[in-house]
């Protein structure tokens, strides 16, 4: 039997702390599964020197791993913190068998003082003074189980009690640390409520005096020997030193719930971890105390000393960087403001620059290992499309064409995201592309999220297409058994050359003769996995992917990093800007006379609503309530429709067709005329509860409208009260820019509400905000850009490569280098 030595104890910690970070998910990794991998090393290697309980302890922990799989996540969760402390108590143990006997010094008096022997980032929190087995098992909820996992649990922010104030400058909403003389001091029950205990201390400087209180509450509290104990603590005459933030009180200005410390004198030096200081503020759970998490981190830092910098010198010079052991000790306690900055930025940029380089590799590694066949640009098929086009292309539309026609002319597969407004023209670019395949010979295949859309697009497409004598066909869920073979046969034998579609195109017994390119609409409503199912149906296929969902560019290159991205943010001419006026219930008469005039010049009208029927617990009108109340009560003399996701495919598209031939005045929906319904006739959009809409998505519902000649109208009905609602939806008011919109929605919400939780794809990152930090992403990426284009495979920088690969296996769950 082999024996394992301490590197290979830290690997096996590594994978157990990817595996938390990754949400005990049993990673797939090049080789084996996480729990392949525990259980071969467990079982193959044990401790040299270790009693036979240790050695039966390993071999059981590496059993419970062959089963990995089939327990539950409160399961593994404590399988993976068990193997954790089995592996730290054990390397303890080894330690202290093999090292030599320490010297003998003096014990520590300061109790918040690391251990003086050098601290190894890999030794358990046991082994830090003042931290006993029960704080570490505290600490254990938190996910820290070494020194360096204290290091990198970055506080989520800080309190600055750096700046000493006198008495006479104190204002209020200000953090400050003030240092004066105890006049009177009193702690007493309160007579209203016997479980509150009042501590109350009156402290005077050279400017002024002040009154100070501290609450406690609970039964110990009440204790005459503990409340006596408090004020012999702070004497009168007393020097204290107080930090907190200020506020008024009935009594005058004040430091609410201030932390105290006496000093020896008014020029002692303060001893605390929060007075006078900037203040960590960590993240916590049930039972760990903020002062504990400090006292650990304290203790932990000399080691940060010990830490490698993966980033160059010359990298840190050019983005202006501190180095990292400064950026870790600083981040958890700087000596002032700038420091903190410092640390943060250094820090920031650190997440960002890996996000990017392990993308940009990706990117890279996909375009060495995959090949695709060059693609006609040129040609008779493209000559007659832009004959029978009733339209001239506008200058952003031409941009991003001639960018598609390069990726479709390169021997790499192309990976392009085109992002354009509402209404702003990529179906037109993407038929461009798909009649490039098709007149080079091959296959093509339009995927979108719904059939509504699918549809929509299906019936542009059989415009143009048959002026051009090409076939077209649409496969979506409600597509008839035998129409089905009908199109998987002509798919096999290559005579259909393009198929839209929904997730059917995805599906097993579609199989094409030769995909040559695949566009994908609304791709951020797809899965990674839906969009690379439709990329397996051919060899490496050209892959466009489209959305009418403007996103941020600090959004797009971190979700999109390794895409290529092209926008079309030109309207084409003629478009009237969109009227868009904020209302409330008091003006809803004025709405309907609006409608009523629209509907008498011919015009139709959508009202938007975000519920099907009504809800107990939300007071918001519902699609099917309002339409019956419409149709009986407001409109009576017109034809009310009602569209909504619960109504079969064939109902949908019913009331659609009524719709787009006028049989229908008005149409009450839900969102799911977001996209894909195009009445260039509608003329009037009102969205009730405006406010409980992100705005990227009112964007989009606005774009129903105003896609005719005839000037339109939103009208956002707000059922809000809150001054935020209001500044959120006059946004919309005055601007129609779609990407500005989805920046101030990104600003307003943040990156997980705007993209959705669901199938976000966000990294988890500690510090750096993508609303805060876009100056230093665009930094990350362009340093990102320039090492890869130094040394491709970051052999010249091997801690670099090693720093990449263990945050890219948090992130993606496999190693991005072998």
């Excluded at 375009?367 to 493209?382: A, C, D, F």
Aim: glycine share 6%; charged share 25%.
């Amino acid at each position: 039997m082999s024996t394992t030595n301490l590197p290979d104890w830290v690997r096996l910690q590594q994978a157990l702390s990817v595996e938390a970070d990754r949400g005990f998910c049993d990673l797939e990794g090049k080789q084996f599964r996480f729990s392949q991998f525990l259980q071969q090393s467990l079982a193959s290697t044990v401790p040299p020197h270790s009693e036979s309980a240790v050695q039966e302890r390993w071999q059981s922990t590496a059993q419970k791993f062959g089963g990995y799989a089939d327990l539950t996540l409160n399961q593994r969760q404590h399988l993976v913190a068990e193997t954790r402390r089995l592996l730290y108590s054990t390397q303890k143990d080894y330690r202290q068998a093999t090292d030599p006997p320490p010297k003998p010094r003096k014990p520590a008096t300061q109790k918040l003082k690391a251990t003086p022997q050098k601290l190894s980032l890999d030794l358990p929190i046991l082994s830090l003074s003042g931290i006993g087995p029960k704080s570490a098992q505290k600490l254990e909820k938190l996910g820290l189980f070494s020194v360096r996992d204290l290091l990198f649990y970055y506080p989520r922010d800080h309190i600055d009690y750096a700046r000493q104030v006198s008495i006479r400058d104190l204002e209020e909403g200000a953090t400050v640390t003030l240092v004066a003389t105890v006049r009177r001091v009193n702690c007493f029950s309160s007579p209203r409520n016997p479980k509150l205990t009042i501590f109350e201390l009156v402290v005077k400087d050279a400017t002024g005096q002040l009154k100070l209180s501290r609450f406690y509450a609970g039964n110990r509290f009440r204790s005459r020997g503990w409340q006596e104990q408090q004020k012999r603590l702070y004497p009168p005459g007393a020097v204290v030193a107080a930090s907190g933030l200020v506020k008024s009180s009935k009594y005058g200005i004040t430091l609410d719930n201030p932390d105290l410390e006496v000093l020896n004198h008014s020029g002692d030096k303060i001893e605390s971890m929060v007075i006078g200081r900037v203040v960590p503020i960590y993240a916590l759970t049930e039972g760990v105390t903020p002062d504990l998490v400090r006292r650990a981190v304290v203790a932990a830092l000399p080691a940060a000393k010990s830490l490698r910098d993966p980033l160059p010198e010359g990298l840190r010079q050019q983005n202006n960087l501190t180095d990292l052991p400064s950026a870790i000790a600083d981040v958890h306690f700087p000596p002032d403001s700038d420091a903190l900055d410092r640390a943060r930025h250094r820090l920031i940029f650190d997440e960002f620059f890996y996000l990017q380089l392990g993308m940009l590799v990706r990117r890279q590694q996909q375009r060495q290992t995959q090949e695709s066949v060059p693609l006609s640009v040129h040609g008779e098929l493209l000559e007659r499309f832009y004959e029978v086009l009733p339209f001239t292309l506008t200058g952003a539309q031409k941009r991003v064409v001639q960018d598609i026609l390069a990726d479709l002319q390169s021997t790499q597969p192309m990976n392009r995201l085109v992002q354009g407004d509402v209404g702003s023209g990529k179906t037109v670019v993407a038929v461009i592309a798909l009649l490039s395949a098709i007149q080079s010979g091959y296959q093509t295949a339009l995927m979108a999220p719904t059939e509504v859309l699918a549809e929509q697009h299906y019936h542009k497409l059989v415009e143009w297409f048959n002026q051009l004598h090409l076939p077209v066909d649409l496969l979506t869920g409600s597509t008839k058994a035998a129409k089905r073979r009908q199109i998987a046969e002509q798919l096999k034998t290559g005579e259909l050359p393009l198929l839209v579609g929904t997730h059917a195109l995805i599906q097993d017994n579609v199989e094409f003769d030769r995909l040559g390119l695949a566009v994908i609409d609304e791709q951020h409503r797809f899965g990674v996995q839906q969009r690379a199912l439709l990329q397996q149906k051919g060899q490496h296929p050209h892959v466009l992917t489209m959305t009418a969902t403007p996103i941020p560019r600090t959004l797009a290159l971190t979700l999109h990093g390794d895409l290529d991205v092209s926008q079309i943010d030109e309207l084409p001419p003629g478009r009237q800007a969109i009227q868009t006026t904020m209302l409330t219930t008091r003006d809803r008469a004025h709405a309907y006379d609006l409608m009523r005039r629209e509907i008498a010049q011919g015009r139709q009208i959508y009202i938007v609503l975000p519920l099907v029927e009504e809800s107990e617990k939300l007071d918001l009108r519902s699609a099917v309530q309002e339409h019956d109340r419409l149709q009986t009560t407001i409109f009576p003399n017109f034809q009310v429709g009602l569209l909504h996701g619960r109504l079969t495919s064939a109902e949908k598209e019913e009331v659609i067709s009524q719709f787009r031939e006028h049989t229908l005045h008005i149409l009450v929906s839900t969102t799911v005329v977001e996209v894909g319904v195009d009445i260039p006739n509608a003329t009037v959009m009102l969205i009730e509860h405006a406010d409980r809409f992100g705005l990227s998505q009112l964007h989009q519902l606005r774009g129903r409208v105003g896609r005719g000649a005839h000037q339109s109208y939103c009208l956002l009905m707000n059922s809000s009260k809150t001054e935020t609602a209001r500044q959120r939806l006059a946004v919309l008011e005055q601007s129609q820019d779609g990407f500005f919109i989805a920046e101030m929605d990104l600003r307003f919400r943040g990156p997980g509400e705007v993209l959705g939780t669901r199938q976000s794809g966000l990294p988890d990152l500690a510090l750096a905000s993508l609303v805060d930090d876009q100056e230093t992403l665009e930094l990350a990426r362009q340093a990102a850009e320039k090492v890869l284009e130094k040394d491709s495979t970051l052999g010249a920088w091997p801690l670099m490569q090693s720093e990449l690969n263990l945050r890219y296996q948090k992130l993606m769950g496999g190693a991005i280098f072998t």
